[in-house]
C-alpha cells in the first residue's frame, strides 16, 4: 500500500504546467510617430518582437512558437483585417512562424495584391485571419500601440480568462487525527504475549494526530477545474530488545482529485473539491528470539506477519493558495478522510497470496481531520 501510494505521488507531481493564464487587464494607450524599417515590398503594418517565455506565462500561451504582436498602425492592412496588439502571430498559409527572422523570410516571398491567412492567438482562442497585402507607403507612420481592455474583458472579443492558475505540484505535509485505539491495542497486544511478553509502550501511536510525509500535483483542465491526485503516509517503527520483536506500522492513504478553484484576488485563490483513493492501516510485526535452523526456518520463536485493513477512501477538502512569485506559491488545505471499508475486520497476509481473517478482529475505523500547509511548485 505504502509503495503504490509512493508511485502516486511521484507521478502526479509531473502534471501542470500547461494551462498558464493570467487576468491582468491593460489599458494603455501610446502615440508614436517613427520612421519606417528598411523598405520591403509588401506592407503588414503591424509592429512585432520575438516571444520569450515569461511574455508567454503571462498572457497564457502555451505553444512553443509564433511571434508577439506589439503594435498595429491605424488603416494598415493589418488594422483592416482585423489584428490587435496583444495577438500572436503563429502561422502565415500554414507555414510556422517561428520567430522573426522567419517572419522576414516569409514576408520577402509575397507580394502586393496576394492574399493571405494569418493564424493568431487571441486571448484563449485560436482564429484564422484573411489579409491582402499592399505595398509599403512613404512616410511616417502613425503606430497605435493601444492594448485593448475588451481583449481581456470579453468586451466584443473573444474572452480573456482570469489566471486561475496552471497547476503544479510539490511535498505535501499531512496532520492527520485518526482514532487510534485498536491500533494501539494490537501493537501492544501482537504475537503470543503468554511466551513473549513485548513492549512497544503503552499508546505508541499518539491519538492527537501523526505527521504524514506525501506528494500532491494536479493540472488546469479549463474553467477553474484541475485535476490531479495525491498520496501521504505515515510510519512507526519499534523493536523490542528483551524479545527480539520487532514492528513496523503504517497508515496512508492517496488518490485521484478533483477541484474547483475560485479567485479572492489576483494571484490568491479558494478551491473545493474531493480526493478519490485508497488508504488503511498495515502493521508488520517480526520474532527472532532464537537462531535460524535450516529446514525448520520459522517456528514459534522465529516467524513473521503482515496484518491489514483497507479502505475505499473519499476525501472533501477546502484549499488556499497564495502565489509568492511565479514559480512559488504558499498552499494550506483541510479536509476529512473517510474510509469506507473493504472487508471485515482485519485480514493476514500469506507468503503464498491468501488472506486469512483474523477471528475476532474489530472493525477499525479509518477517518478524521487532515491539515496540511506548505508550499508549492507553480500555482
Known amino acids: 500500500m505504502k509503495a503504490m501510494l509512493l508511485v502516486l505521488a511521484v507521478l502526479v507531481l509531473s502534471l501542470g504546467a500547461a494551462f498558464a493564464q493570467n487576468d491582468t487587464d491593460y489599458e494603455v494607450e501610446l502615440e508614436i510617430t517613427e520612421a519606417p524599417a528598411a523598405p520591403v515590398s509588401v506592407y503588414f503594418g503591424i509592429y512585432v518582437e520575438d516571444l520569450d517565455f515569461s511574455q508567454a506565462h503571462e498572457i497564457g500561451y502555451k505553444y512553443l512558437y509564433g511571434i508577439l504582436i506589439t503594435g498595429v498602425v491605424e488603416d494598415s492592412p493589418a488594422d483592416e483585417a482585423g489584428l490587435l496588439a496583444k495577438d500572436i502571430m503563429m502561422e502565415i498559409d500554414d507555414k510556422p512562424v517561428t520567430n522573426l527572422a522567419e517572419f522576414d523570410r516569409l514576408r520577402a516571398e509575397m507580394k502586393p495584391g496576394e492574399q493571405i491567412s494569418i493564424r493568431v492567438w487571441r486571448g484563449s482562442e485560436i482564429t484564422d485571419i484573411a489579409m491582402v497585402l499592399q505595398p509599403r507607403p512613404e512616410g511616417p507612420q502613425t503606430i497605435s500601440r493601444e492594448i485593448r481592455k475588451e481583449i481581456f474583458s470579453g468586451e466584443g472579443s473573444p474572452r480573456r480568462k482570469k489566471d486561475l492558475g496552471w497547476g503544479g505540484g510539490s511535498w505535501v505535509p499531512y496532520w492527520f487525527v485518526f482514532q487510534t485505539g485498536d491500533v494501539n491495542q494490537l501493537i501492544n497486544r501482537i504475537g503470543d504475549t503468554a511466551i513473549h511478553d513485548n513492549d512497544f509502550g503503552i499508546s505508541p501511536i499518539d491519538s ?5 510525509n506525501g506528494g500532491a500535483g494536479k493540472g488546469h483542465i479549463g474553467n477553474g477545474f484541475f485535476i490531479g491526485g495525491l498520496g501521504a503516509g505515515y510510519e512507526y ?13 503504517e497508515a496512508s492513504f492517496g ?14 485563490g479558494a478551491s473545493l473539491g474531493v480526493m478519490l483513493g485508497a488508504g ?19 517456528t514459534d520463536s522465529n516467524f513473521t506477519a503482515t496484518l491489514r485493513r483497507e479502505y475505499l477512501v473519499v476525501q472533501p477538502r477546502a484549499e488556499l493558495m497564495l502565489r509568492l512569485v511565479d514559480w512559488l506559491s504558499l498552499r494550506a488545505e483541510v479536509g476529512y478522510v473517510y474510509g469506507l471499508p473493504t472487508y471485515d475486520g482485519w485480514k493476514v497476509d500469506s507468503t503464498t497470496g491468501d488472506d486469512f481473517q483474523i477471528a475476532g478482529s474489530p472493525d477499525t ?15
Open 280 to 298: 488503511g492501516h498495515l502493521l508488520k510485526y517480526s520474532q527472532t528470539q532464537s537462531g535460524f535452523t535450516w529446514p525448520e526456518t520459522f
Open 255 to 268: 488518490g485521484a482529485t478533483l477541484d474547483k478553484r475560485f479567485l479572492i484576488a489576483p494571484g490568491f
Open 365 to 379: 475505523p479509518f477517518h478524521g481531520l487532515s491539515f496540511s500547509v506548505g508550499p508549492w511548485i507553480g500555482f
Open 237 to 249: 517503527k519499534a523493536r523490542d530488545p528483551n524479545t527480539d520483536a520487532s514492528i513496523v506500522y
Open 208 to 212: 492527537k494526530g501523526v505527521f504524514m
